[in-house]
């Protein structure tokens, strides 16, 4: 809405106080002008700057890009967001979610949207999550280890393998959850020499060794 003089004929009558007061009228000023009591003055205008401000946080909303609103989405109404985009909107969200990661250096941000491209399991990201498996932020570096073992493609592996070594213990670990799917012998190979340093591991990553091995075992067996 134009709430201006040029607009006059389209406005409630409160916006015609609030313009007044704009002109750098006085509240007394405006009540003899307007011939109204001081009270029905500050009546219009608190309504008129609360309807301004609305209107203000509306205009906010409609201009942001459908990331910010996604970054702002507690985790549950993320996953329905996406769930809910059709074939069209689809596209659109992983070009935007693309392109955002490539700029975004909030680290909480952008863990956001690692994460979305785990849960949308599309190898096409890959290109974008293996160089941030390097990132300085332990934290980037595991939310990116687990969107690639949800999108689980053997193009990962060799990043996965060096995952094994990362400094965050919860990171080893989905490497090696992630592996026990799309590793080979290297990878067993490997596995096995870290669960030979137990004494320096975690229990919870020695139990994701052990699973991992034992799957990749059966699987050279057959």
């Given at each position: ?13 409160y ?13 007394s000023?405006?009540?003899k ?17 609360l ?17 910010d ?5 507690n985790?549950?109404?993320r996953?329905?967001?996406?769930n809910s ?40 990201f ?15 570096r595991?939310?990116t ?21 990362d ?5 080893r ?6 592996l ?9 190979r490997?596995l ?17 060794y ?8 059966s699987?050279t067996?057959?």
């Amino acid at each position: 809405m134009n709430i201006s003089w040029d607009n006059i004929d389209q406005l409630d009558d409160y916006f015609i106080t609030y313009l007044l007061y704009k002109d750098s009228k006085t509240v007394s000023q405006i009540s003899k002008i307007r011939n109204i009591s001081t009270t029905e003055v500050n009546d219009h205008l608190i309504k008129a700057k609360l309807e301004i401000k609305a209107m203000l946080k509306d205009e906010l909303e409609l201009s942001k890009d459908i990331l910010d609103k996604f970054l702002e989405m507690n985790k549950d109404n993320r996953m329905s967001f996406m769930n809910s985009l059709d074939e069209e909107r689809m596209i659109d969200f992983k070009r935007k979610l693309y392109k955002r990661i490539l700029i975004e250096r909030n680290a909480e941000d952008l863990m956001i949207l690692i994460w979305a491209t785990g849960e949308l399991k599309d190898d096409r990201f890959l290109k974008l999550l293996h160089p941030l498996t390097s990132h300085r932020h332990s934290d980037v570096r595991r939310i990116t280890y687990s969107a690639l073992r949800k999108i689980e493609s053997p193009k990962s592996r060799e990043v996965l393998q060096r995952g094994l070594y990362d400094t965050n213990a919860q990171t080893r670990q989905y490497c090696a959850k992630a592996l026990s799917k799309i590793g080979n012998d290297i990878s067993l190979r490997m596995l096995k020499r870290l669960k030979n340093k137990k004494q320096f591991e975690k229990d919870y990553v020695l139990r994701a060794y052990d699973d991992a091995i034992d799957t990749l075992e059966s699987v050279t067996k057959k």
